[in-house]
C-alpha cells in the first residue's frame, strides 16, 4: 500500500471521528436542553399550583411578571386553571375563574380558536368551554363546519355544553357522521328539552343521517317522551337505524310495543332480530312466552333459537323449556340442555 493511499485513510479516519464528536455534542446538547425544559417546566408548575392554591384558600391573587410575559407559561398556566377548574366548584372556581381574568388568558384561547393547527383548535375549544367563555360561542359555531374531526366534535360538544338543547341546532343539516362516543357526549349533557323540543325532535327522525336519527331515538329514551312513541315506530332505515329503534320503544313500551315487535320479527334481519328478542327478555306480555316458544322451536338460524332460550331463561320459563324437549328435534335438546346447564352454573358461581 503506497503513502498516498495510507493517507487519505488517514483523512477519512479522521473526518469520521470528527463527524462521530460532532454528532455527540449535538446529541448531548439537545438531551441538555430537553432536560432543562422539564425541569423548568416541573418547578414552574409547582409556582403555578401555589398560585392557584392561594387564590382558592385566601382570594388573593398575586400576578407573576414573568409569567404575564412569556407565552409557554402562559400556557401552562392556563392548562393548570383548566385542570383545576374541571376538579372544583362554588368558591373555589370563582376564584380559578379570577385568576383567568386577572391574567387575560382568553386571548390566549382565542389564539388557539384561530390556529391551524387542529389539535391546538381542539384544546382552544375545550378550554373555552370549560372556562365558560360564552362571548367566543360565535367563532366556536364556526367550527362546527371545519373539515377535521377533532375540531367539529369538540366544537360540538362546546355549543351543546353552552346552549344545552337549542346547541344542538346544527343536527338540521349534518353530513359527517356523529361517533358512538360522541352520541355518548352530547347525551350525558342535556338535561331538559324546551317546550318546542318535541317539533325539532320530530324533524331530525326524518334527518338522511343514520349517526343523527340514532341520537335522537337516545336522546327521547333517556328523556321518556312517550308523546314521540308513534314518530319513533315510523323511523326506517339501515340495521343500526333499527335496532336502536327497538331499543328505543322498549323504553318507551305501551301496550301495543310487543304485538307489534312479534308482527315486524319474520320480515326483519337477524341482527335486528336478536334486538326484538333482547327487547322481550324483559316483557310481562303474556304473548311474548308463546313467541319465544315458538322461535325456539322453529326459527331457521340456531343463534336465534338459542337466544330465544335464553329469553325464556330470564322470564323464569323453566317449566315450559323442559316441556319442549318431548319434542324430539336434537338440536332444539341441545339448545336447552345448554341454556339450562349455563345458567345453572351461573347461578351457582354468585
Same mark, same amino acid.
Given at each position: ?10 483523512? @477519512?479516519?479522521?473526518?469520521?471521528? @470528527? ?64 385542570? @383545576? ?76 355544553? *353552552? ?12 353530513? *359527517? ?87 315486524? *320479527? ?44 335464553? @329469553?325464556? #331463561? ?23 340442555? #345448554? ?12
Amino acid at each position: 500500500m503506497d503513502i498516498f493511499t495510507l493517507r487519505n485513510l488517514y483523512i @477519512a479516519l479522521i473526518v469520521v471521528l @470528527a463527524l462521530v464528536l460532532v454528532l455527540s455534542v449535538v446529541v448531548l446538547a439537545i438531551s441538555f436542553f430537553k432536560y432543562n425544559r422539564i425541569i423548568n417546566r416541573k418547578r414552574w408548575r409547582v409556582k403555578i399550583d401555589e398560585i392557584i392554591s392561594k387564590a382558592i384558600v385566601t382570594s388573593e391573587i398575586e400576578i407573576d411578571e414573568v409569567i404575564c410575559e412569556s407565552r409557554p407559561l402562559r400556557n401552562q398556566f392556563l392548562s393548570a386553571l383548566v385542570d @383545576a377548574s374541571r376538579r372544583f366548584s362554588g368558591h373555589a372556581r370563582e376564584e380559578i375563574a379570577a385568576l383567568f381574568q386577572a391574567y387575560d388568558l382568553k386571548e390566549e384561547v382565542l389564539g388557539k380558536l384561530k390556529d391551524r393547527r387542529t389539535h391546538w383548535i381542539a384544546g382552544g375549544i375545550q378550554e373555552a368551554a370549560v372556562m365558560e367563555l360564552e362571548d367566543l360561542v360565535p367563532t366556536i359555531h364556526d367550527l362546527l363546519s371545519h373539515p377535521s374531526p377533532i375540531v367539529y366534535q369538540e366544537a360540538q360538544f362546546a355549543i351543546v355544553s *353552552f346552549q344545552g338543547f337549542d346547541g344542538l341546532d346544527f343536527l338540521d343539516d349534518l353530513s *359527517f357522521p356523529l361517533s358512538e362516543w360522541q352520541n355518548l357526549r352530547l347525551l350525558s349533557i342535556i338535561k331538559k328539552i324546551p317546550e318546542n323540543g318535541e317539533e325539532k325532535l320530530r324533524f331530525w327522525l326524518k334527518s338522511p343521517n343514520p349517526t343523527v336519527v340514532i341520537f335522537v331515538m337516545r336522546l327521547i329514551a333517556k328523556m321518556q317522551l312517550l308523546s314521540l312513541y308513534d314518530e319513533v315506530e315510523a323511523v326506517e332505515g339501515e340495521d343500526r337505524v333499527k335496532i336502536q329503534q327497538v331499543k328505543t320503544l322498549e323504553a318507551l313500551e305501551n301496550e301495543k310495543t310487543v304485538p307489534s315487535f312479534m308482527e315486524r *320479527f319474520p320480515d326483519e334481519s337477524e341482527e335486528v332480530q336478536k334486538a326484538i328478542l333482547q327487547a322481550l327478555k324483559y316483557s310481562r306480555h303474556p304473548e311474548a312466552v308463546h313467541f319465544l316458544s315458538l322461535q325456539l322451536k322453529n326459527h331457521e338460524q340456531g343463534a336465534i333459537r338459542m337466544q330465544a332460550a335464553e @329469553a325464556l #331463561h330470564h322470564l323464569g320459563k323453566i317449566d315450559e323449556m323442559k316441556a319442549l324437549l318431548t319434542e324430539g328435534d336434537p338440536v332444539l335438546k341441545q339448545i336447552i340442555y #345448554h341454556v339450562l346447564r349455563e345458567k345453572d352454573a351461573s347461578a351457582n358461581d354468585i
